[in-house]
């Protein structure tokens, strides 16, 4: 994980600290959390983004959709011993 640095008043920081200790989390938890939340959609749309340009940078490091079904069903059969994945 990175740090980041976030300046809060003074009553929000006392607020976000009570309401840690009323979620028993961490101010940090928190905040990963509101970010996750407010900006879901957007982080998503980057990761893609991230992923489309690694691809095309890339694409022999890729596999098919088949090929990944194929290779976690056999993986999925072997944790649990079942053949039908």
């Given at each position: 994980?990175?740090?980041?640095?976030?300046?809060?008043?003074?009553?929000?920081?006392?607020?976000?600290?009570?309401?840690?200790?009323?979620?028993?989390?961490?101010?940090?938890?928190?905040?990963?959390?509101?970010i996750?939340?407010?900006?879901?959609?957007?982080?998503?749309?980057?990761?893609?983004?991230?992923?489309?340009?690694?691809?095309?940078?890339?694409?022999?490091?890729?596999?098919?959709?088949?090929?990944?079904?194929?290779?976690?069903?056999?993986?999925?059969?072997?944790?649990?011993g079942?053949?039908?994945?």
């Amino acid at each position: 994980m990175k740090r980041i640095t976030v300046y809060l008043d003074e009553y929000t920081h006392e607020d976000l600290f009570d309401l840690a200790i009323q979620r028993n989390v961490s101010v940090s938890e928190l905040a990963r959390c509101a970010i996750v939340e407010v900006y879901e959609d957007d982080l998503d749309y980057i990761a893609g983004e991230r992923g489309l340009r690694e691809y095309l940078e890339d694409p022999e490091s890729s596999i098919t959709i088949e090929e990944f079904r194929a290779k976690f069903a056999q993986s999925d059969s072997e944790r649990t011993g079942r053949e039908d994945g």
